[in-house]
């Protein structure tokens, strides 16, 4: 779902929200922008840290935020009727408008308090549809990301710290490795739980005890969870992964709840939203939804490039706007500069070839250049060549030489063709390939 500017407007006039006034609101705004721009400066502004009203920065941020948790459910569990959209609509725009205010706010000196901060920070801009931005915020905060040592720590705080780790790296996705490790972590901690469990168990009684032990037990799902997530997001599989974050995460937050934890129950309802996003979001999605070879090019690309999730322009063009849908005829696709249009034009190719395979079908990819020619052939070899999809350029100027007329008139010498609208005229006219044109 693509948020507007109408959804942001319409969160505006959420109770919450208007219950502070338009005044504050404004007011608060241009505090939270001002100190946005102050940070990306390196509090290079005149205005001292004292003039930003930290207090009315939360009461705003927790007014926006109570309005997107009106609609989590709808965003875990979307349903095709009017009501639900709404919902839906609310809580992403409540949740991008949140994230703008805690962005900004102190960072606590508190490790688990840090961490939860950290982490609320990060499903609310994930549920908002902000995390290029929250790839941002990582940068600026880095110190916040520091994963406290384990060294001394009660059996719940080290779990909770190495599931933080965990949560770094999946929400970070740097390389193979970062997600990979996530396995390790949490199969190190069932190692662990033997040793430390009982020994925390014991030093507590009562209704401490009880709480201390649905803690652990909200702990444990949510570490099931994201060894899961981490796994979905490497392998694509399960297929049914959605079931398996719903059980773990909706257990996590009952023993939260019993364990008298609200701050840990609301941010296992966040990190909830947030998994089946990554989920929904991954390059896995498109893989299960299309064909064999898309799947090996996921395969592919998730491996040696470290490239998990689409984003977000490419989820509206493959998601709402139906770019893969194989009755269309003519897409047109319209992005800004790194915006991801060469990934959605491969997606498209591959579908193509593979509905054409038994055809012998080609693909033709005009560049306005032959510089561009060159660069996106290498892109595409690079991309392709794993696949076993042949791909050739046509760089001549404004004939087609013996090399290219040979090239043109073998079977199978290419599955792509890269060429300027020029050289693919002349092709095209003179009826030189004579297997059919796929795409």
């Given at each position: 779902m693509t948020l507007t500017q109408e959804h942001l407007i319409q969160v505006d006039q959420h109770w919450a929200v208007?219950?502070?006034?338009?005044?504050?609101?404004?007011?608060?705004?241009?505090m939270a922008e001002l100190r946005l721009v102050d940070v990306a400066l390196g509090n290079l502004l005149e205005h001292p840290q004292a003039e930003f009203d930290t207090d009315l920065l939360e009461r705003v941020a927790t007014a926006y935020e109570l309005a997107a948790i009106e609609g989590l459910g709808a965003l875990l569990h979307p349903v095709a009727n009017q009501g639900n959209k709404h919902l839906r609509e609310l809580a992403q725009a409540g949740a991008y408008r949140a994230f703008g205010f805690f962005r900004v706010l102190p960072i606590p000196d508190d490790?688990?308090?840090?961490?939860?901060?950290?982490?609320?920070?990060?499903?609310?801009?994930?549920?908002?549809?902000?995390w290029t931005d929250l790839r941002r915020w990582f940068e600026e905060q880095r110190n916040a990301l520091d994963v406290p040592s384990v060294a001394g720590a009660s059996w719940d705080k080290r779990l909770l710290y190495r599931i933080f780790d965990c949560w770094l790296r999946l929400l970070r996705k740097n390389r193979w490795d970062d997600l990979d490790q996530v396995s390790e972590i949490v199969l190190g901690l069932r190692n662990d739980q033997a040793n430390h469990e009982k020994a925390l168990l014991e030093q507590t009684q009562g209704a401490q005890a009880q709480s201390i032990a649905m803690r652990l037990v909200a702990l444990y799902h949510w570490a099931k969870a994201t060894e899961r997530l981490a796994v979905y997001m490497l392998q694509g599989e399960p297929v049914a992964i959605d079931a398996q974050l719903d059980q773990h995460f909706e257990a996590a937050q009952k023993a939260a709840q019993a364990s008298k934890d609200p701050q840990l129950?609301?941010?296992?309802?966040?990190?909830?939203?947030?998994?089946?996003?990554?989920?929904?979001?991954?390059l896995w999605w498109v893989a299960h939804t299309v064909n064999s070879r898309v799947t090996r090019f996921v395969s592919h690309v998730t491996k040696h490039k470290s490239l998990f999730e689409l984003l977000p322009p490419q989820r509206a063009a493959l998601q709402e706007q139906g770019l893969l849908d194989q009755a269309s005829r003519a897409v047109i696709v319209d992005l800004p500069t790194s915006g991801g249009k060469t990934a959605l034009a491969q997606f498209r190719m591959l579908q193509a070839l593979n509905q054409f395979d038994l055809d012998d079908g080609w693909v033709a990819y005009v560049a306005p250049t032959r510089a561009l020619v060159s660069q996106i052939t290498r892109r595409l070899r690079e991309d392709f060549g794993p696949l076993g999809v042949q791909v050739e350029p046509l760089t001549g100027a404004v004939e087609v030489d013996?090399?290219?007329?040979?090239?043109?008139?073998?079977a199978r010498a290419f599955q792509v063709l890269v060429a300027t609208p020029e050289k693919l005229q002349l092709v095209m006219r003179n009826k030189k390939v004579a297997r059919p044109l796929a795409l």
């Open positions: 208007q219950s502070i006034g338009d005044e504050l609101r404004v007011q608060a705004m241009e490790n688990e308090a840090r961490l939860f901060h950290v982490l609320h920070v990060a499903g609310l801009a994930y549920c908002g549809d902000r129950e609301m941010i296992l309802r966040w990190l909830h939203v947030t998994s089946r996003k990554m989920v929904a979001g991954s013996a090399f290219e007329e040979a090239l043109l008139g073998e």
